[in-house]
């Protein structure tokens, strides 16, 4: 049973906290009723915002041109995570700074006719807008929320045609770059074709050659030098090729080759690289969206990211040191050929004499030059009609309008909020002020931390029952305690009790009293007693005179029989306190205090002491140390624990006997603990009195 009941006070109900929360509720409803006055007024003047929005359509682009290549490649891949770098694209810092621009926002968002500084404004900007996917579809959709609805509306538009912009800029860009460098080499080429023409002019000049509108017969060294220049002009125009590819190489740095690789070659590796990256790429923009920078997944796939990027730089340096090694053996083939074919025209022009020799190398040259010039030319016409055919990789679906109806503040949802919010502080608030409550709240205190018995339970604004009348429905709680009082202490004939308290103010003169009234109400003879000698309250109760009592009887001025006094209520008799003289302070002498109390025990059955505070004075101690128990009277939640805690110790190290305790001024209504037990009585008196009347009538 002991290891039970020591058990029992560390184990907490739901009921326990539930009675923190109605014994606290005005302080909660207080706390919820600022919150939510606060959010209230403070919703009420934030600006109104406005949100506009611009529904776009995008696309992937096509791959750049290969103006060398024999047959182009336009195959694409469908992307999964397109729609997610487009996001971050419409969000980053060179559309938005150009959408500033364009607006000229940083004059419009500033002050008192300053310019706002750009990075505020983009941080402006950037807070104001927000890009998503529309659901199963290639929409994306820019909203943006400002205080000005026309604004909003100018700024969703302005983010769709910058962005339009920028793509169609980008994807014409590296295009028109391979055409100039086709044009650089056209204009070499027509340079060539007129030296070489030049050339023939000035041998036919020179030779006095006629030219006549047929070919000679043509025998086998000819024939093998018609074969071996046509040889030579396929070394020679691979060799153009690959030698203006490789100025496009070279005029390209490590990050634009990485950009343009896959439409500038086609290698099966470097194809399969770049994808990996892409899908690295958005993996890590979406994990990083989702964990933040220093997530370890994070820095996995940034690791990856720069592991691929490194092979494929050496993937495409290699493929550059090929190609320049390809352009060399081309280069080297077509002099070799180039040399064979001279040698092969000497032997010919010689064998057909010297005279048309130098006639028909300079022909050969012209030929080559002009069909070189020719595949250029076609080539760089085909590329333009190209490039001119309208390509629009975004297309503006919906344009975005004013909305007059603000978005926020949203006023229900606030005051919503608020209501959440001050309603979970105000009970976070009584829980601490519970916390730091360390009075006595209960009578499971009493009991579990003073370990005292507790005689009875007395509500709030209890006045005397002499003045609420012998059926107040508060005397039951005296009854009880009376009750209570006569089987704990073994009540006999001639028995004496006084009444404590540590503090003052804790309702130990109203409780003697309406014991004692209670006690003369059931036929007993009982004298009150009135040893609170510095603040003397029982005869204002009983409206009766203090001017002799206990002071002179203990100063044997006058006999006690002289001092007691008769009342207005039966069986009840009185002894004040008497006025106290400055110059008898020490009056409360143990001897004196035991003959009286002894005198009075054989007089009366019942003899009730008020007696000063405990804290602070001796004459507690001292009276209790005379009479047959004491009752301590506790007030609900005003004294610390510890202190009372204090003034019990005092007692019992002087072998005080402590009946129990009366736990006083307790507030039924804010306690259900206690409130059933006050509710009970009330109706049962209320039903006597309703039953008296109806008998009445």
């Known amino acids: ?13 739901f009921l326990d906290y539930w009675r923190v929360i109605s014994s606290r509720k005005e302080l909660i409803l207080a706390v919820a009723f600022l919150v939510v006055l606060t959010g209230t007024v403070y919703t009420l003047l934030l600006p109104n915002i406005y949100a ?104 969703a538009n302005e983010i769709a045609q910058v962005y339009r912009d920028s793509r169609l800029e980008l994807a014409s860009k590296s295009a028109r770059e391979a055409i100039d460098k086709i044009e650089e080499s056209l204009t070499e080429q027509r340079q060539r074709v007129a030296n070489a023409e030049e050339n023939i002019q000035k041998i036919r000049e020179d030779l006095n050659i006629a030219v006549v509108g047929g070919e000679g017969q043509f025998d086998v060294g000819e024939v093998r030098m018609q074969q071996l220049e046509g040889d030579r002009l396929f070394a ?108 092969v025209r000497t032997d010919t022009i010689e064998s057909q004499g010297a005279k048309f020799r130098p006639y028909r190398n300079a022909l050969a040259d012209l030929e080559t030059e002009r069909f070189i010039y020719n595949q250029l030319m076609s080539k760089h016409r085909q590329e333009i009609i190209t490039l001119q055919v309208p390509q629009n990789p975004v297309d503006i679906i919906d344009v975005a309008e004013p909305n ?9 949802l ?6 959440f919010v001050g309603l979970g502080a105000g009970v976070g608030l009584a829980y601490f002020i519970e916390y730091l409550d360390t009075s006595v709240k209960s009578a499971d205190d009493l009991e579990n931390q003073l370990k005292l018995k507790v005689l009875g339970l007395v509500p709030q604004k209890v006045r005397p029952l002499i003045e609420e009348g012998p059926d107040s429905e508060n005397a039951e709680s005296y009854r009880v305690m009376k009750t209570n009082l006569s089987f704990i202490a073994n009540e006999n004939e001639g028995m004496a009790h006084c009444v404590l308290s540590s503090g003052a103010g804790e309702g130990k003169s109203t409780t003697v009293f309406n014991l004692a009234y209670v006690a003369a109400q059931q036929g007993v003879k009982v004298l009150l ?3 609170d000698l510095r603040r003397p309250v029982q005869h204002t109760i009983l409206g009766m005179s203090n001017r002799f009592g206990l002071t002179n009887v203990l100063l044997r001025d006058v006999p006690v029989e002289e001092a007691i006094k008769a009342t207005s209520i039966p069986n009840l008799q009185f002894l004040p306190s008497g006025r106290l003289p400055r110059a008898s302070l020490g009056v409360l002498d143990p001897r004196k205090i035991r003959e009286l109390v002894q005198s009075l025990k054989s007089k009366y059955d019942l003899v009730f002491i008020d007696t000063p505070p405990i804290v602070g004075m001796s004459d507690a101690n001292i009276i209790a140390k005379e009479v047959d128990s004491s009752i301590l009277v506790v007030q609900y939640r005003k004294y610390p624990l510890n202190m009372i805690r204090k003034a019990v110790e005092t007692l019992q190290a002087q072998s005080i006997d402590i009946a129990g305790a009366v736990l006083n001024n307790i507030n039924v209504m804010r306690d259900d603990y206690y409130y059933y037990y006050q509710s009970y009585y009330s109706d049962y008196y209320q039903r006597d009195d309703d039953d008296a009347e109806a008998d009445l009538i």
């Open 529 to 531: 007693v009135d040893a």
């Open 1 to 13: 049973m002991n290891n039970e009941a020591n058990q029992q006070p560390s184990s907490l109900h």
């Open 236 to 343: 020679q125009r691979e060799m153009v090729e690959k030698e203006g590819l490789l100025r496009i190489l070279e005029d390209l740095n490590d990050k634009d080759l990485l950009e343009r690789a896959s439409y500038i070659t086609f290698d099966q590796f470097v194809m399969n690289t770049i994808q990996q990256i892409q899908d690295i790429e958005v993996n890590l923009s979406s994990v990083q969206a989702d964990y933040g920078d220093n997530h370890p997944e994070v820095k996995r796939l940034k690791s990856q990211i720069v592991t691929l990027e490194e092979t494929l730089k050496k993937r495409l340096s290699a493929l550059r040191n090929g190609l320049d090694t390809e352009y060399i053996i081309a280069k080297n083939n077509f002099e070799s050929l180039d040399k064979v074919l001279a040698s």
């Open 404 to 412: 007059m109806q603000p978005v926020s503040p949203n006023l229900f």
């Open 414 to 419: 606030n005051v919503l909020l608020s209501i």
């Open 52 to 155: 506009s929005s611009s529904r776009i359509l995008v696309s992937e682009d096509s791959p750049e041109i290969n103006p060398f290549a024999v047959q182009q490649n336009y195959m694409s891949t469908y992307n999964p995570y397109f729609l997610r770098t487009q996001f971050e694209i419409l969000t980053s810092k060179p559309i938005l700074n150009e959408v500033i621009y364009r607006l000229n926002l940083q004059s419009e968002w500033g002050k008192n006719n300053e310019i706002l500084k750009r990075d505020i404004a983009l941080k402006i900007l950037k807070n104001s807008i927000s890009v998503f996917q529309q659901r199963d579809t290639s929409l994306i959709v820019i909203n943006v929320k400002r205080d000005n609805p026309d604004e909003a509306a100018d700024i």
